[in-house]
């Protein structure tokens, strides 16, 4: 499976800004999907996964409550909605595709998009 993330920019702490994350190649609903950030320095950390059906979501506590992952799975798409965002939430986002057990280390995840940059003024 392709992915090709997008939605990324510059946004003002306390701004929204919506990520989507179009996938081509084989069954889009045969995977789960999962947002990773990874900040200047610093590691690729986990932020927002959801199941093949769309029904589970899992997040990072770092943005419970302000981000929210969905699917389209007739559009091949995921898209994560970022709310109340922060500078610290600074980052190239990247999509993921798993057909493995789990949802929270990047090292279950075979296909990665290209990253979106995402940039919170203060």
């Known amino acids: 499976v392709q992915l090709q993330a997008s939605g990324g920019g510059m946004v003002q702490a306390g701004g929204s800004l919506r990520l989507s994350c179009a996938a081509s190649?084989?069954?889009?609903?045969?995977?789960?999907m999962g947002w990773f950030r990874q900040a200047p320095g610093k590691e690729r950390q986990f932020v927002a996964a959801?199941?093949?059906?769309?029904?589970?979501?899992y997040y990072a506590d770092s943005v419970k409550d302000r981000f929210t992952i969905s699917r389209d799975n007739a559009k091949n798409t995921v898209y994560l909605q970022m709310n109340s965002v922060k500078p610290e939430d600074t980052a190239v986002y990247y999509c993921?595709?798993?057909?493995?057990?789990?949802?929270?280390?990047?090292?279950?995840?075979?296909?990665w998009g290209q990253g979106t940059l995402v940039t919170v003024s203060s």
């Open positions: 959801v199941s093949r059906s769309g029904d589970s979501t």
């Open positions: 993921a595709a798993t057909d493995r057990s789990g949802y929270f280390n990047t090292g279950i995840y075979d296909y």
């Open positions: 190649g084989r069954t889009f609903g045969s995977y789960k």
